[in-house]
């Protein structure tokens, strides 16, 4: 005998997968604690696996749930697409959240105006960014994001869409002995230098393009983030890296100064990633939109000012 599919089942498992926790699947599907709690009793039967366990204060997936978790989001996005092909896509309507990924300079400058629209035009979506990690951790493939922007090569299994080109420029504190000033080759290389990178490396293309010239520079350190180096900077003598028209307004939030890189630096290009399975999914062509949009009017307002 045949088990009954209930599509509502598969919506709550994908839910309960990503918030790994009952009271957060409940927030986000509109139900109590209590009736959430029956839906994964309910789910836990049909699959004859417990799905989250107990771990500490929190939950965390079983083998069995993390292995079908991708394909349960895909699964209902599907359905998604399948049952609303029809009818006028209206974001006024839409519930639920989409998970972003960008380097955390990125985000501070995107997410203030980015919220504000999503708040604005769709009151019933929630967004949740995640910063980079320290390695490349194909969340994309994994369902477990939604959208990545940043300076992306990977191409498998992923569409991706070039928003903005940029350039590296230097950045001093007010004050410092190259403010304000044309500053030769000489003069850079010698002022020592801080590098924001989340793997920590400690030579890059600039180190290169150095190289070639038969010249180094002085590096201090590394951190992981730009804002982090942007702080630092505002507070010591060395000198860090911003890009022109993405970080613009942190840098000037901070009051630092702009050292042009005495050096042919090549084009910085910011793009936006995704999954081959939403291309078709009408929300996620208006979350892509959105931060389309929103990017072109950052970069907008930086080349006005």
Not at 92 to 114: H, K, N, R, W, Y
Not at 243 to 264: M, T
């Amino acid at each position: 005998m045949q088990s009954r599919l209930d599509l509502n089942l598969l919506v709550a498992l994908d839910v309960l997968l990503d918030e790994g926790s009952v009271t957060g699947a409940a927030e986000r599907l509109h139900l109590s604690s209590p009736a959430m709690s029956r839906t994964l009793a309910r789910i836990r039967k049909a699959l004859g696996d417990p799905v989250l366990v107990r771990s500490g204060r929190g939950m965390v997936p079983t083998p069995r749930a993390l292995a079908m978790r991708a394909e349960v989001h895909d699964l209902v996005q599907r359905a998604y697409t399948l049952f609303s092909a029809d009818d006028a896509f209206s974001p006024g309507t839409l519930e639920g959240t989409f998970t972003l990924q960008a380097e955390e300079g990125t985000i501070a400058v995107l997410s203030g105006p980015l919220l504000e629209r999503i708040a604005r035009d769709a009151p019933g979506v929630t967004l949740r960014f995640l910063g980079e990690g320290p390695r490349d951790t194909h969340l994309l493939r994994r369902a477990s994001i939604d959208l990545e922007i940043g300076i992306i090569t990977e191409t498998t299994g992923t569409r991706i869409e070039p928003l903005l080109e940029d350039r590296f420029s230097s950045v001093v504190r007010p004050g410092h002995p190259l403010a304000g000033r044309e500053v030769t080759l000489d003069e850079w290389c010698a002022t020592m230098q801080l590098t924001n990178t989340r793997r920590g490396r400690v030579a890059g293309p600039i180190d290169e393009l150095l190289a070639g010239m038969g010249r180094s520079r002085r590096l201090a350190g590394t951190v992981p983030t730009v804002n982090a180096a942007l702080i630092v900077v505002r507070g010591t003598d060395l000198m860090g890296f911003a890009a022109e028209r993405l970080h613009r307004p942190l840098v000037e939030r901070l009051g630092l100064v702009w050292v042009p890189i005495p050096l042919p630096m090549p084009p910085l290009r910011l793009s936006m990633a995704w999954h081959a399975r939403y291309d078709a999914d009408p929300a996620h062509a208006w979350l892509r939109r959105c931060v389309r949009e929103t990017i072109a009017d950052v970069a907008g307002e930086v080349a006005r000012g």
